[in-house]
């Protein structure tokens, strides 16, 4: 079925140092690739997105990068500030789907450490 | 500055009550979204619409509705709530417009089932 595997599940780094979080998704067709950042009690807001036309996007500390002929993206955050601590979300649209169907994988708690 | 709202923050039910959680945004966009939040889990896509009266099934539409007789409303109906529907959900809308795909959620609802 349509699923993206999104790893770690926790992740905890010293601040100033950075950050990777991995997601594996299977349909290969699948050309948007967006990244939401949830602070604690919040609403999910979009931080960076990448489509399938280009194999990575810069935003200051933030970075995403695609593979697609491994079929995984992942997003690297530089620099890391308390600021960053928060659950982190991958989500694809699958191409054979309706266009607005957006799937999201189980998140990361990402925690900096001062 | 309030976008995509949702009626109720916290409610508690009980077992077979009907439950309805309204949402509604004011950005004039055409798709409307319903997921469910679960640690672990990350964000499950209940079901979707993309026009008025236009209703998609999601990953997990087992024990849920929806309505959505007007554009700006979208809402999630439990028929007979059950205490495994104890969840956080989270509304979300979207424009329908090719690479603007970025969803606008509303500030979730906590759902208990005793």
């Known amino acids: 079925g349509e699923n993206v595997e999104q790893h770690p599940s926790t992740l905890s780094v010293q601040e100033g140092d950075s950050a990777v979080i991995k997601c594996t998704y299977s349909d290969s067709a699948s050309n948007y690739f967006p990244w939401y950042k949830q602070e604690l009690g919040k609403r999910p807001q979009l931080i960076i997105d990448i489509r399938s036309n280009v194999g990575e996007k810069k935003d200051q500390r933030i970075a995403v990068t695609l593979n697609k002929t491994a079929k995984h993206f992942s997003l690297h955050i530089t620099e890391t500030q308390p600021e960053d601590s928060a659950v982190y979300f991958c989500?694809?649209?699958?191409?054979?789907?309706?266009?607005?169907?957006?799937?999201f994988g189980s998140g990361t708690r990402l925690s900096i450490r001062p | 500055d309030v976008k995509v709202t949702q009626s109720s923050r916290y409610l508690v039910k009980r077992t077979g009550e009907k439950v309805f959680l309204e949402c509604v945004q004011d950005m004039d966009h055409e798709n409307m979204f319903w997921y469910r939040q679960d640690p672990g889990l990350g964000l499950r896509l209940i079901y979707f619409s993309y026009d008025v009266k236009m209703k998609e099934k999601g990953d997990i539409p087992e024990g849920y509705s929806v309505s959505r007789e007007k554009k700006e409303r979208f809402s999630l109906i439990l028929e007979s709530a059950s205490t495994n529907q104890t969840s956080m959900y989270l509304c979300?809308?979207?424009?329908?417009?090719?690479?603007?795909?970025?969803?606008?959620f509303g500030a979730g609802s906590r759902l208990t089932v005793l």
């Open positions: 989500a694809f649209i699958p191409r054979y789907s309706s266009a607005s169907k957006i799937i």
């Open positions: 979300a809308s979207s424009p329908d417009i090719s690479g603007a795909n970025v969803l606008t």
